[in-house]
């Protein structure tokens, strides 16, 4: 079965920093870009940031962009995503997915980030 | 503001036909492909449809997309009360080099 599991959410105060990771599991992680998208309270979805199955391609949204660092380390199956500057535009559910034009999309159930003093 | 543009809400009676609508420009929906994406409340987004019209297993035929030049279109026909969510549609942009969705479409099933 194919799991995404995301974790290091959590409250922080404006300019501060979290660290998230997310623990892939069942399918081929090593071969896979695998993407962090945000969803805000009762807003729609945002791509984040991609990182392509060997880590040599790196995008980011331009809301993120310098702020933010995404990694990985294929042999733990693991996805990173460093969050410094934190701003509360940065609150949201933080999804590890692979999105892709393919039937192979997953998705974790998300871990929130509150950025609030 | 969604970068895709998607009305915000859609309804329509059980059996009924519906239609959602995507609209991009040529940077994403009008040179690449569009993906829907199914969201029910406190769950995560789930693909409904892949490269414009295809369908992932498992996903029933009622759910088809098309695209036409920068638009793309969800159809759901058969309208049942378990497809109350929110779709959205996404595409990869060459100028951003990253995925872009749309603001999401809330359909209600009257």
């Known amino acids: 079965e194919v799991q995404l599991v995301e974790s290091g959410g959590g409250l922080v105060k404006p300019g501060g920093s979290l660290n998230l990771s997310c623990a892939a599991s069942?399918?081929?992680?090593?071969?896979?870009?695998i993407n962090w998208v945000r969803q805000a309270p009762g807003k729609g979805l945002e791509w984040v940031s991609s990182i392509s199955s060997t880590g040599k391609d790196i995008f980011y949204a331009d809301s993120v962009k310098g702020r933010f660092t995404i990694s990985r380390d294929n042999a733990k199956n693991s996805l990173f995503l460093q969050m410094n500057s934190l701003r509360a535009e940065d609150t949201a559910l933080y999804y590890c997915a692979r999105v892709a034009y393919s039937s192979s999309s997953y998705w974790g159930q998300g871990t929130l980030v509150i950025v609030s003093s | 503001q969604s970068v895709l543009t998607q009305p915000p809400s859609a309804s329509g009676t059980p059996g009924q036909r519906v239609t959602i609508s995507c609209s991009g420009s040529s940077s994403n929906t009008g040179s690449n492909s569009v993906n829907w994406y199914q969201q029910f409340p406190g769950t995560a987004p789930k693909l409904l449809i892949y490269t414009n019209n295809q369908r992932p297993s498992g996903v029933p035929d009622r759910f088809s997309g098309s695209k036409s030049g920068t638009s793309a279109s969800l159809a759901i026909s058969g309208l049942q009360s378990e497809d109350e969510a929110d779709y959205y549609c996404?595409?990869?942009?060459?100028?951003?080099?990253?995925?872009?969705f749309g603001g999401g479409t809330k359909l209600t099933v009257l």
């Open positions: 996404a595409a990869w942009d060459d100028s951003l080099n990253g995925w872009v």
């Open positions: 069942g399918f081929t992680f090593s071969g896979y870009t």
